[in-house]
């Protein structure tokens, strides 16, 4: 009895450890912009790949702009490879599933690169921080489009 207990302990934990995002090391760097991802850490996103290696950035923003230009930063690699997309939920500092977070652009909140696409977890936690940062628009992930990230850098929100 106590091996069975032992074995579902075992593998109850793997299944967690799996399911963990994968953290940036100290010398991991954006892939957009060369910045060094740790010194971050509020703000990491990291795409996964099937073959469990992992991309990590220093915001959402870039993260958006190495989807949308994956010949440009990942050569050969394909929107269907990604296994996990992740970001840094503002509040809690937890890693989250970026297709479910909302992404609020055009508020006084900067990320390591100025404006920011900030992620929440919740509609009222978006709307909280919009009203609280001055939050000009609440994006899915799949509202978010090309041209969102690169008017951020512009100051376009």
Known sequence: MRSLAFLVAFFTSAVLLA?????PDTKSLCPVCGMLV???????????WKNGHAHH??????????LYDLARYAPGHKREEISAIYVTEFYSL???DAKKALFVTGS???????HELVPLATP???A????????????RFDQVTADVPVGLDAGKF
């Open 94 to 96: 937890e890693r989250i």
């Open 19 to 23: 399911a963990e995002p994968p953290k």
């Open 57 to 66: 950035f220093d915001g959402a923003k870039d993260m958006f702009k190495f």
């Open 128 to 139: 909280d921080f919009m009203k609280d940062h001055k939050g000009k628009r609440m994006l």
């Open 124 to 126: 009222e936690d978006a």
């Open 38 to 48: 740790a010194k971050y850490p509020n703000w990491v996103a990291t795409v996964v």
């Open 108 to 114: 006084d909140v900067l990320g390591p690169m100025g």
